[in-house]
């Protein structure tokens, strides 16, 4: 209602003046046309009265010319004037000097109109004191001029009756000679009364001028901007009369005229929109109405089921979305079936890579801890690095997976943000030192800040960004700047992360953040990867109510600026790794695995811990086993022939006994989420993942010691012999950040404690210059720092 509403408002306004530009014109000629006839006619009506006069005087003339010597002239002039015309005041005749009689000089024969219809002759202009008549200037402009010839002279006041008059002259002539003047006065009150009155009955304004531009008479004339003036000149006189509209100019006459004919021709246009209106309404836009409701009561798919009769474009605009509907409804399915497919191979792949790479990264563990030579050593060093690359590209697939199908979630828990800068410091400062580049973290953030946030794909941002950062940066250096930015009453963290690599080209750095796409192809060819890491951090950056942008120029650099939504929470305890010497010596541990290379992987890491082995290649056969005998510890596969890890577990959960509560560990190649939910629903500890990282292994025993050991609990440790290096390395790092001096002599001698076992001398002489350089008030050198780092990096 309010759109038609507003295209009423708009069709009246445009026709409104489409009919004003197209009518005014005319209406405003017309009615200017009808000013200038009423002036003409008014002309007419003053004229008249004149040209009348101007008989009289021909009438008078032909008396002078025809009875001048009669004694009865007199008597014809007062009984002529007597019948004439109100607006004739008096009338005579002017003789030369002498021309009557030669004892007289000035013998005029003048008369005027009395009041009660007398007429009286006026003797007075023959007297000769006074200006002899024949010098006035109404008888000399007549002197010797053509027969019947008029003049006219200008208006004036009578100084007897202050009237204004106009005289009019004529010569006359006998036999042929000039002979004298014969006059006639007119009086233009009752002239002007009747402008006056016309006036007033036409709602004019009007002004008289004479030939001189004099006004003679005005009434109603006012001028304003705009208006229009009609002007006549008329008569042998020369007086010009102008007249305009006194109440309403000829602009409003015209919007006057043309509103009249507009309010005739809108009703009727309105009519007919509402009627196309109504029209409109019935057969488009109801139906359309209609449909649309339709398609928002099944947004999720459906035909439109609805009853339309005419075979014209609603319906077939109706048939033809209801026939892709069906289609796009089949090809839903297929995508879901697509869809879960790929699900299952991505879980299948996983499984599957993971499980010989338990083999390859297992064996490499436990080769490296055997007596080898440096060359072998290497070597092995470098098919642990690559198996280890080769996992982190196949995360990275299926985290972006997990990304695809919306099923990555955010594990919220509170955390310092120290940790994660101390976990960047401790990975990136030593492979930056490696390449030659300088490696510099810059916090404005405050000191001991702590966040609610999800800290590993926090992690996973710095990482990612940092990998491309080392990876593509031969020289100069890499760095990162932390800030907190408040707005409104949300908080921000404030990532930004510079290289000066090899730079991003302006045209391929909307591509960037694309999947499975690098800057160049050659890119994958040089420097390896994905093309993953950026699609997957721009992912967690907008899941996190972030965004990211890059800044970048060819050869000097890049810069990404990441901003994430964060909640700053109170701190917490930091959990510190701790090591025990854990004693597993005659502690049974049953395997339950169906891959024999991964048993045997399993077997090793555990006989090498103390623990006695025995393995089984199925569910079933656990549960057989668990009856049969007890066991401290199970290593429970998930994805096994007869029976699974889960419907194991659940049946040795559901024994009588002690069986029931023995500590179960998942230890499995699928890492998808909901594989991890049903094994722990089922009653798993803990889940460690293929390919099987010992030092996880061993942080995953000591956390559950207390259930590992409820059956021997004589042989639980009860003394705390260090902390993990990595832990102690960051403590150390933020205590050399902050310049503390007590702190950072505390972590070195633990850390001196930590390195007695490895028997390196370069190690421990140079943790003690270290520390004797804090016990001379001064630091460290960063060379002896990073060294100290690569030497515990194994720890």
Known sequence: MIALGLYLAFFIAIIGSVTYFVVESP??????????????LLSSFISEPLNSSQGFLNSIVGLAQTKQATPDLALLFASFLSTSDDIIVSAGIWPEPYALSPNKVLDSQFFNKASGGQVDQILSYNNPQALPYH????????????????????????????????????????????????????????????????????????????????????????????????????????????????????????????????????????????????????????????????????????????????????????????????????????????????????????????????????????????????????????????????????????????????????????????????????????????????????????????????????????????????????????????????????????????DTGIGIAKDAQDKIFKPFEQAESSTTRRYGGTGLGLAIVKKITQLMEGDIT?????????????????????????????????????????????NRTNTIIIETFMKNKGFECKSVENGEQAIQAVVAESFDLILMDNHMPVMDGVEATLAIRALAGDARSVLIFGCTADVFKETRERMLGAGVDYIIAKPIDERELDDALYRHSKKLYQYSPEKQPSEQVDESSEDLLVALYVALEDRNNQDAHIVLEKLQILAQPKNDDLLISTINESIQALTNSTFPSKDKIDLITVKLSDV
């Open 27 to 40: 209406v405003r000629a017309k009615l200017q046309q009808n000013l200038d006839l009423r002036t003409e």
């Open 550 to 594: 890059v800044t970048s120029e060819q050869g000097i650099g890049t810069s990404f600026d990441v901003r994430l939504k964060i909640q700053p929470c109170k701190p917490g305890s930091v959990e510190n790794l701790i090591h025990r010497n854990l004693n597993f010596s005659g502690m049974k541990v049953l395997i339950v695995e169906d």
């Open 135 to 498: 010098q006035e200037g109404w008888y000399t402009s007549v002197v010797n001029q053509a027969p019947e010839f008029v003049s006219w002279s200008d208006v004036y006041i009578d100084p007897y009756t202050h009237i204004q008059m106009i005289t009019a002259s004529m010569p006359y002539y006998l036999k042929g000679e000039f002979s004298g003047v014969a006059t006639v006065d007119l009086s233009l009150d009752e002239l002007l009364i009747f402008i006056k009155n016309h006036a007033e009955e036409y709602e004019l304004g009007i002004t008289l001028k004479d030939q001189h531009d004099q006004v003679l008479v005005t009434h109603n004339f006012n001028l304003v901007e705009g208006i229009y003036i009609s002007q006549h000149q008329f008569g042998q006189f020369e007086w010009t009369v102008d007249v305009v509209n006194s109440k309403r100019l000829v602009a409003d006459e015209v919007f006057h005229q043309v509103m009249s004919v507009e309010s005739g021709i809108v009703p009727f246009l309105l009519l007919c929109v509402m009627a196309g209106y109504y029209l409109l309404n019935r057969y488009l836009i109801s139906p359309i109405t209609k449909i649309a409701k339709k398609l928002d009561d099944s947004k999720t798919g459906g035909i439109i089921d609805l009853t339309y009769t005419s075979q014209d474009e609603i319906a077939h605009l109706i048939n033809t979305f209801n026939e892709k509907t069906i289609y796009l409804e089949a090809e839903k399915v297929k995508a879901q079936a697509s869809t879960n497919a790929k699900t299952a191979f991505l879980a299948t792949l996983s499984h599957e890579i993971r499980t010989p790479m338990n083999g390859v990264l297992g064996t490499a563990q436990i080769l490296l801890k055997t007596d080898l030579n440096e060359d072998q050593k290497k070597h092995l060093k470098s098919l642990y690095d690559s198996g280890d690359h080769m996992m982190t590209l196949l995360n990275e697939i299926l985290d972006f997976s997990k990304i695809e199908q919306g099923h990555l979630d955010l594990d919220k828990t509170s955390f310092p943000l120290d940790s994660i800068i101390g976990s960047i410091n401790s990975v990136y400062h030593t492979l930056s030192t490696e390449k030659g580049l300088q490696f510099k973290v810059y916090s404005e953030v405050p000191v001991e800040r702590w966040y609610y946030s999800d800290k590993a794909r926090l992690r996973q941002i710095l990482f990612n960004l940092l990998n491309n950062a080392v990876k593509f940066t031969s020289r100069g250096f890499v760095e990162v700047y932390l800030k907190e930015v408040h707005e409104s009453n949300d908080t921000y963290l404030s990532i930004n992360v510079r």
